[in-house]
């Protein structure tokens, strides 16, 4: 059976640039934020669609996550890291819906980064309209909102792992590396 890693982080956290100095590791990585910006550049209804929601500062439908969470698992290898997600309950109870019988959720590891440092990164990237340093509070207050449950679920399945991302890439890297070795 497949293994499952989720990372979660508030926009700027560092998640996907983490998951980059870990790709020499035998893994698959899949970040739904790339996902959605490679999508929503496609001028396809999807992409359309997605970049309707990612401009107003609001999560995706559980409806388009699923569709992709569901190609994750399918086309990955033995060890799956999915990047920013799930951000609600409703969508935590569909991806545990989605992996039932095809995979094991093994971890949850969030990275926690403060305001300035998350704005200072979105700024330096400027990679689309959701990076924008106007749309960052309420991109964080979407993700505060609900990312206080989904700790506390996943902290009384003893599944939850939490990250200091404040400090250099490379030692966020590091502890990221030693926790996915032992999955």
Known sequence: MKKI???MG?????????MQ????????????GAMY?????????????????IDKGQVVPIQIAQKVIEHFIHTGKETIVIDGYPRDMEQLHMLNNAIKGKAELCKVIELMVDEQEAIKRITNRARGTDDDPALF?????????EIAEIRMYYKSQNKYISIDSNVKLSETAEKLRSIITTL
């Open 137 to 145: 509070k309420e991109r964080m207050r979407v993700y505060e909102d």
């Open 21 to 32: 100095e870990l790709q020499s590791m035998d893994i698959s990585h899949y970040s739904i």
């Open 5 to 7: 890693c989720l990372l």
């Open 10 to 18: 508030g926009p700027g956290s560092g998640k996907t640039s983490t």
């Open 37 to 53: 910006r490679e999508l929503s550049g496609q001028h396809s209804d999807l992409g359309n669609e997605i970049k309707n929601h």
